[in-house]
Each structure stands twice: as structure tokens, then as C-alpha cells.
């Protein structure tokens, strides 16, 4: 399988913009995904990014990847208070891979 | 993207009974679905991946007869947990895989007394 390392914690002011960053091991991987889990939900798919890109944007986010470092990174842009959650990146190599995900808090 | 429902979105069940959880496409013709559990701050776990028409595929460590999965049609996926004990407690997420990219359901809570 893959292994896939995040943070477990980021704090931000509002306003300020927030990069989670994340390690996986896979080379084989295709798609990256990035995910939000607010309390006791489900998993809402923010983004993802081909593996022959290096950077997608998206209205505020912003997907890095160093497929060469295998360090994809995800940058939320004027982060507002209804973006604190707990976001998993997730390769997929056949199956998607999760880490434990990072907590992201949003001080007002 | 793909809409993904479960129900029920919370269940209390007491030791030894069985429980079924649905999951439902809404609007796309899943031929595969997963079915994933977290723990308490932890990360979603693979259990197993529910292929239409024939036998799901589980992942290693996760016992076949003790969760049941059946893929009837191309938007049903159920997922019984048999003779459910409180280590069973958990947040069990289904999800589809669509051409755009895996959409998740809102889970199902839960809790074996």
C-alpha cells in the first residue's frame, strides 16, 4: 500500500492564507485528491490534480505537486472560519490512501 | 460530482444483533463502490470495495462473514455488520468512483451497546 503523512494540526488567523502539506510514497499514483471532513460528516471533495500537472488553482485553493519529492500541498487562500475542518489528502494507486488528515482551526 | 446518500446516518444496536447500512448513488451508475471506517481522530481505513453483480474484494484483516457487503444493483451497496460487538463501534463511509473522482456519503454512526 501507500503511505501518506500529514500534519495533524495548522492554526490560522482568518484572513491569512493556509498550506497543509502532504508525503506520499507511491510513484505509481495517477490522481491526488484532497478532501474536507467537517464533525461527524462524510468527506466533500475540494479539488484533486493529475500527476503530469504541477499546479492547479481553483477559486482559493491552490494545488501544489513535486512529483519528484512526492509533496503535494494544498493552499487555501483568505481562509475563512467555515474552513476549519480536518482535510485528508489521498492519493489514489489504484485504490485512494489516506493519512490521518490535518486539522485545520481558523481563529477569527 | 456524484451524490452519495446513507441511511441511516446514525444507528444504536445493542450486542449480537445485525445491522444493515445502505448506501445509494443517486445520480450515477456505480458499477464500484467502497466502504470504508474511521475511528475516533483517525483516518479512513479501506474495508472493502463492492464490485455489481459479483463478490466484493476485502481488504486484508477485515472478516468477510462479519461484514456482509452486497452490490445488487448500480446504485445500492449494502453493508451488514452480523452479530455486531462494541468494538464494531464506528463511522462507517461508503463511496462511489466516478470517471471526476471518488465521491463520499455522509456516514453512518455506529454504536453497539
Known amino acids: 500500500g501507500e503511505d501518506v503523512e500529514q500534519s495533524l494540526f495548522l492554526s490560522v488567523r482568518e484572513g491569512d492564507s493556509s498550506v497543509i502539506n502532504c508525503t506520499y510514497t507511491?510513484?505509481?499514483?495517477?490522481?491526488l485528491y484532497w478532501y474536507k471532513q467537517e464533525p461527524g460528516a462524510g468527506l466533500q471533495l475540494l479539488t484533486y490534480?493529475?500527476?503530469?500537472?504541477d499546479m492547479k488553482q481553483d477559486q482559493r485553493l491552490t494545488v501544489l505537486l513535486n512529483k519528484k519529492d512526492k509533496h503535494l500541498s494544498l493552499r487555501i487562500a483568505d481562509t475563512q472560519t467555515g474552513d476549519s475542518a480536518i482535510y485528508f489528502c489521498?492519493?489514489?494507486?489504484?485504490?485512494?490512501?489516506f493519512g490521518t488528515g490535518t486539522r485545520l482551526t481558523v481563529i477569527p | 460530482g456524484a451524490v452519495v446518500s446513507q441511511h441511516p446516518s446514525w444507528v444504536i444496536c445493542k450486542s449480537g444483533t445485525s445491522v444493515k447500512i445502505e448506501c445509494r448513488s443517486l445520480d450515477f451508475q456505480a458499477t464500484t463502490m467502497f466502504w470504508y471506517r474511521q475511528f475516533p481522530k483517525q483516518s479512513l481505513m479501506l474495508m472493502a470495495t463492492?464490485?455489481?453483480?459479483?463478490?466484493?474484494?476485502?481488504e486484508q484483516g477485515v472478516e468477510k462473514d462479519k461484514f456482509l457487503i452486497n452490490h445488487a444493483s448500480l446504485t445500492l451497496s449494502t453493508l451488514t455488520v452480523t452479530s455486531a460487538h462494541p468494538e464494531d463501534s464506528s463511522f462507517y463511509i461508503c463511496?462511489?468512483?466516478?470517471?471526476?473522482?471518488?465521491?463520499f456519503g455522509p456516514g453512518t454512526r455506529l454504536t453497539v451497546l
Open positions: 489521498a492519493p489514489e494507486a489504484n485504490n485512494l490512501f
Open positions: 463492492s464490485n455489481e453483480g459479483s463478490k466484493a474484494t476485502y
Open positions: 463511496s462511489v468512483r466516478t470517471p471526476f473522482g471518488q465521491y
Open positions: 490534480i493529475f500527476s503530469n500537472m
Open positions: 507511491d510513484s505509481s499514483s495517477t490522481y
